[in-house]
Structures are given as structure tokens and as C-alpha cells.
């Protein structure tokens, strides 16, 4: 089983920076890919950022060059750096992983078919 936690959301105003954490130990698998996902409330989940297992990255056009998606898989943990928030960003972030193919590339990830979930943290961007 694999069990993802979310950390470090929170309320700051817009222009200021937010570091996500997600924690997950080890996930059994040879090969997977990882994502960052957020919704707002009476909205589609959408995904934000995606890590393929051949290491590349993709990102929704919302928020590149602002957020910059990362892993370190030997801590077992995946980061979300956001910058230049804006009002727009206020979601629930939800950290997720997938395990079946495909899971090469970070667009693998976008779709929202993952496998396993983390219960989200909040980020609330004030103008």
C-alpha cells in the first residue's frame, strides 16, 4: 500500500511563494510517475504539475514558470515550489501517484486516472 501526506499549504498573500511537500516513504513499484493536482470547490480536479518516471516534468499552462515540480526518491518525497501566486492558485493541492501504465513521461500523469491519493492541503492566495 502506498500512502501519500501532503504538507506545507497555507493562506499568504498573492506575489508571495508556497513550498508543497508530499511524503511517501516507498512505493513498490519499479517504475511510476507522480503529479500534483488541485480543485476548487464545485470544479473539475485539475492537473498542475506531473513527474514522469524518465525524470521529465510537464506542466498546465496556468502555472508555468511559476510552479516547479520535484522529487527526491531516495527521501521519498515529491515538492510543488510555487512562486508568484496569484488569487487564481487558491485550491486544494492534492499529491498522487500512478503505478500502471503509461507512466513514462510528465504528461503521463496529467490525465487524473492515478492509482493512489493523498488527502490534499490547502492553499488560500488573498489579493
Known amino acids: 500500500q502506498v500512502h501519500l501526506v501532503e504538507s506545507g499549504g497555507g493562506s499568504i498573500s498573492a506575489g508571495g511563494s508556497l513550498r508543497l511537500s508530499c511524503d511517501y516513504g516507498r512505493i513498490p513499484y519499479s517504475a511510476y510517475c507522480m503529479a500534483w493536482f488541485r480543485q476548487v470547490p464545485g470544479s473539475e480536479r485539475e492537473g498542475v504539475a506531473g513527474?514522469?518516471?524518465?525524470?521529465?516534468?510537464t506542466y498546465a499552462d496556468s502555472v508555468k514558470g511559476r510552479f516547479t515540480i520535484s522529487q527526491n526518491k531516495q527521501q521519498g518525497t515529491l515538492y510543488l515550489q510555487m512562486v508568484n501566486l496569484v488569487p487564481e492558485d487558491t485550491a486544494m493541492y492534492y499529491c498522487a501517484a500512478r503505478v500502471r501504465p503509461p507512466f513514462v513521461t510528465g504528461g503521463d500523469c496529467m490525465s487524473g486516472d492515478m492509482d493512489y491519493w493523498g488527502k490534499g492541503t490547502r492553499v488560500t492566495i488573498s489579493s
Open positions: 513527474f514522469g518516471a524518465d525524470d521529465s516534468t
